[in-house]
């Protein structure tokens, strides 16, 4: 069936609204602040064949490996004749239900009309407890059995009705269960708008047309994509860098990649060759193939058209050789509850290896890094536990024309630091100080972005911190002359003293008088600093961000004015 490009336009516009509604009807019924205010979900219409037709605009780039893995999984498991209108069904499990690590938890929903299938509404949010051996399931374990609950794919809803007996068996294994159960229920209205939404699409359009729909959208991101690489000149192009550590010993993790342009015009793909690339490590690092292909993804599209919708016509134009075993493609039953962390260093060597093909699209590395904090305790004001999770930003990188942001998350994550505000209001806690860190942001023509720092305190308990934290040993690196970003760090702050911690701490206790300070990588530069204009080097002096030892370093003028 045709479609004329008037009304695709208008049905592809309106598959986005629908993603983009069901995105902010779950941040809006989310009990916790991780999705609420952090925003650390996604939402995307996948057609009954398991392809991506549509996410939504805010969603994360990291989850789409994961919802694409999904349903892939259940589409594997089972014939389609045994999916039934109102099913639910829900994972997280990284080897079993292609997930990519065990708090984000995967929902997908089927629509029907006439009582044939039609696409899913599928959801993934980050729930800031799963279970496992350490609050907040991010830090501390060396397999998967330590990280929390593994759910494989199964109905929680079974056409319409609550399987008590499974939400009862997740909701006992997680920490702070009634907020658990919120987040769930929160994924669960998200679904249900959505297949109530496209609902009212089919009975606008028919199913002809919307099958014919999700065709020509593919075909129009795919046929546009092709176009943009034509960008780049065929060949190979290889980069190379390198983890901090695994946080149980393995350190200087090499990650290295060799990318192969086809001719134009044909239909080979893009192949991204990851050989070479370090072993699976024992700590929570390690990724798995729905990961890889989400970072390679997202890094093609920033490259070539960032404004190109997410769809299957993007992964169809690439190939992966991620060899089974190794750091991208751990085998199980290996650790990866910090796979975000080597997700951005996927991002920056795809950067860095196709940087000298189109250096008007490149960045300086930006922060590299998913800088995980979690504090646990007892809050005593309201005689009940807390999990309080988050991932700050840093810096990111020099741009061809323009500088780094400052305390931004990057790539991959796409989710909001908490504003102090939610946070002294959700939990006992004190934040003591907020703001960028000096110095942090690698010179160059244009600059890189400047990390964050934030220092948090216990009001009236003891707590325990956990923490994951990358590019606090390597510095991100600067592209074409740029100078490198400062790296991160822990400290605990204990009666005057500032103790050091190490990248990856679990389980710290924290007592009232004491606190925590977080430091988040900064990011390179773009460019020789010498070509950098002199007022605006002399702005970053007087407004605090670069000290005067900084400049004098760096650049061949002396600033004016006090910082």
């Not at 392809?51 to 999904?70: F, K, T, Y």
């Not at 199913?207 to 020509?216: G, I, K, N, Q, T």
């Not at 890189?448 to 325990?464: I, N, S």
Request: glycine residues 12%.
């Amino acid at each position: 069936m045709s479609i004329d490009p008037i009304t695709l336009e208008i049905m592809s516009n309106g598959l986005k609204s629908i993603a983009d509604e069901t995105y902010i009807a779950l941040m809006k019924s989310a009990y916790s602040t991780n999705i609420k205010e952090r925003h650390d979900h996604s939402t995307a219409v996948i057609d009954q064949r398991g392809r991506l037709i549509v996410q939504a605009e805010n969603s994360l780039a990291i989850h789409l490996g994961s919802m694409m893995g999904l349903m892939n999984t259940l589409l594997a498991k089972m014939p389609l004749s045994d999916v039934r209108e109102g099913d639910i069904f829900i994972s997280n499990d990284p080897f079993v239900a292609g997930g990519s690590h065990l708090p984000d938890v995967n929902m997908a929903m089927p629509v029907f009309a006439d009582g044939k299938l039609v696409c899913f509404m599928c959801n993934i949010a980050h729930h800031a407890d799963i279970g496992g051996i350490t609050p907040g399931s991010m830090a501390g374990g060396t397999e998967i059995y330590q990280e929390g609950t593994r759910i494989p794919v199964i109905r929680l809803f079974r056409e319409g009705q609550l399987q008590d007996d499974i939400l009862d068996l997740l909701l006992l294994n997680a920490r702070v269960p009634e907020e658990r159960r919120g987040d769930y229920f929160a994924q669960v209205a998200a679904c249900r708008l959505g297949v109530r939404r496209i609902g009212e699409m089919i009975e606008a359009r028919g199913v002809p047309m919307l099958v014919a729909a999700f065709d020509e959208i593919i075909r129009r991101t795919r046929e546009r994509l092709l176009e943009a690489l034509t960008r780049i000149p065929p060949g190979e192009y290889s980069f190379e860098d390198v983890m901090d550590d695994d946080g149980v010993g393995t350190t200087n993790i090499p990650l290295k990649l060799r990318v192969t342009v086809p001719p134009h015009g044909g239909n080979q793909k893009v192949m991204f060759d990851f050989t070479g690339t370090g072993p699976q490590v024992k700590g929570n690092i390690n990724s798995t193939p729905t990961v890889t292909l989400a970072g390679v993804l997202y890094s093609l599209k920033a490259l070539l058209d960032p404004d190109v919708p997410n769809n299957q016509g993007l992964i169809d134009l690439v190939d992966i050789h991620a060899p089974l075993g190794t750091l991208i493609n751990a085998k199980f039953p290996a650790a990866v509850a910090a796979r975000a962390n080597t997700a951005q260093r996927i991002v920056d060597v795809v950067i860095g290896a196709l940087a000298p093909a189109i250096p008007e699209a490149a960045v300086g590395a930006a922060n590299g890094a998913n800088t995980t904090a979690v504090f646990f305790g007892h809050d005593p004001r309201h005689d009940r536990d807390y999990v309080y999770l988050e991932t700050l930003g840093g810096g990111f990188g020099g741009r061809f024309t323009k500088d780094g942001k400052d305390g931004v998350q990057v790539h991959i994550t796409n989710t909001s630091n908490l504003p102090v505000e939610s946070i002294e209001m959700e939990y006992p806690l004190l934040v003591e100080s907020y703001g960028f860190v000096e110095d942090s942001g690698g010179a160059g023509k244009y600059r890189g972005g400047l990390g964050l720092r934030r220092v948090v305190r216990p009001v009236g308990h003891t707590m325990t911190f956990s923490g994951q934290g990358e590019r606090f040993v390597n510095h991100p690196w600067g592209i074409f002359g740029g100078g490198s970003g400062g790296i991160g760090k822990f400290v605990k702050l204990s009666h005057g003293e500032e103790v050091p911690l190490p990248t990856k701490p679990a389980n710290l206790e924290v007592k009232s008088d004491e606190a925590i300070m977080v430091e988040t990588p900064g990011a390179g530069g773009y460019g020789p600093p010498a070509e950098r204009d002199k007022a605006a080097v002399e702005n970053d002096f007087v407004s605090g961000k670069f000290s005067s030892d900084f400049v004098k370093k760096n650049y061949s003028f002396e600033p004016k004015g006090n910082p």
